[in-house]
């Protein structure tokens, strides 16, 4: 024979009750929210020239716009700092110097790769470039 849950009550289903509670303050606010009506852009204007001039805060485009140039420059230092990011973490040092890692065209690594030892192809080559 098997019995129905039952509903255990405490200070468990305060963080559910929470819950609940502010999904009803969110679905009011949302549906006694009122927007207005849709605008377009007008026709005779260009919108990709007006988000170019937006951009850098000039007031010379036919559709009005806020000016972006700060955050423009903030997305620039952050993208060139990633850049310089990079590089330093590509760079290979040995014993405190930096050393290029393929300047000598992998002859390098491709000896160590096959311990020195090539095939009948490899062996009449002069070693230049294919």
């Known amino acids: 024979m098997t019995t129905k849950p039952k509903l255990r009550v405490g200070s468990h289903l305060l963080p559910g009750l929470a819950?609940?509670?502010?999904?009803v303050v969110i679905a009011v606010a949302v549906l006694r929210a009122s927007f207005?009506?849709?605008?377009?852009f007008p026709s005779d204007g260009s919108i990709t020239a007006s988000i170019g001039y937006a951009m850098f805060n000039?007031?010379?485009?036919a559709?009005?716009?806020?000016?972006?140039?700060?955050?423009?420059?903030v997305i620039a230092i952050a993208l060139d700092a990633a850049l310089d990011g990079s590089i330093l973490l590509?760079?290979?040092?040995?014993?405190g110097s930096a050393v290029a890692l393929l300047a000598?065209?992998?002859?390098?690594?491709?000896?160590?790769?096959?311990d020195g030892t090539e095939s009948d192809s490899d062996a009449d080559d002069d070693g230049g470039d294919h």
């Not at 819950?19 to 999904?23: C, K, S, W």
């Not at 590509?90 to 014993?95: F, G, I, S």
């Not at 000598?104 to 096959?114: A, F, K, M, N, P």
């Open 19 to 23: 819950a609940v509670a502010l999904f």
């Open 36 to 40: 207005g009506d849709p605008q377009g």
């Open 58 to 61: 000039l007031d010379m485009g």
């Open 63 to 73: 559709v009005p716009g806020e000016g972006f140039l700060v955050a423009f420059i």
């Open 90 to 95: 590509a760079k290979r040092e040995e014993e």
């Open 104 to 114: 000598d065209g992998g002859r390098q690594v491709h000896e160590r790769l096959t």
